[in-house]
């Protein structure tokens, strides 16, 4: 009966100190993460667009593509320094893309 008893208090004594002596998980550094996918580029374009569109110069915003990839088309009347510096190079994960138009405007029917 004796031996059973300090049979089992081994065995626990043994568990609590595995489970003592465990080193407590550490976080992931953000760089070894995968990358989280970006949302849907038209939900990035509907957040941003009226922002995008309250710059002067700007006359238009869409969608557009750069080596197979969807990139925010921001189309301007002319590049210029301010508008270079006012437009971010990127939004929620998607290259921002500016596109010299000239002036736009809606032909007569």
């Known amino acids: ?14 568990a609590a100190g595995a489970a003592c002596s ?7 550094p953000p760089s070894s993460r995968p990358p989280a ?3 849907p580029i038209a939900d990035v374009l509907r957040r941003h667009t009226d922002r995008l569109m309250a710059l002067p110069g700007v006359v238009g ?3 557009g593509a750069r080596d197979g990839r ?3 088309h921001v189309m ?7 508008l270079e510096r006012a437009l971010p ?15 736009i405007r ?3 029917s």
């Open 1 to 14: 009966m004796i031996r059973r008893a300090a049979l089992v208090a081994l065995l626990l004594a043994g």
């Open 22 to 28: 465990r080193t407590p998980e550490r976080p992931v």
């Open 37 to 39: 996918s970006p949302p």
């Open 61 to 63: 915003v869409g969608e």
């Open 70 to 72: 969807p990139t925010v």
């Open 76 to 82: 301007v009347v002319r590049r210029t320094p301010e």
């Open 89 to 103: 190079d990127s939004l929620e994960g998607y290259a921002v893309e500016v596109v010299e138009t000239g002036v």
């Open 106 to 108: 809606a032909q007569d």
